[in-house]
């Protein structure tokens, strides 16, 4: 929950993700047709930390995204983003993801530009084990 008056510290796009986490939880292996993969980054001791699941169906694409993370509504909702953006997507297209386009979407202060960061080592490390 915002602070009162931290709303007007953040701009509408984080305001409404963060109201809507959508995508926050986790997923497990229910069926044949499907896997998960999992990654993760940063630590909770840091101030920010992401575990990423990917359902990964019909071998090369991305079904279903959840995520489990600890941190400031603009990470929170930097994380939705990745998570939306994630769904349907090829496995192969993971790359195409900035984490800049994000920071400019949310409007994320430079002194967080870590924490995107942090979610840009969770995807790569969920790359590395989608595709090895």
Known sequence: MLKPGAEFDY????????????????????????????????????????ELFAEIRQAAHIHTVRYQAYGCPHFLAACECLAIWLEGRAIREIGQWHWRDVEAELQVPSAKRARLLLLDDALQALHRKLTT
């Open 11 to 50: 701009n509408s796009r984080v305001r409404e993700l963060f109201a809507h986490l959508q995508h926050a939880g986790s997923l497990a292996t229910v069926s044949d047709v499907a896997k998960v993969v999992s990654a993760s980054a940063g630590a909770r001791q840091q101030g920010a930390g992401v």
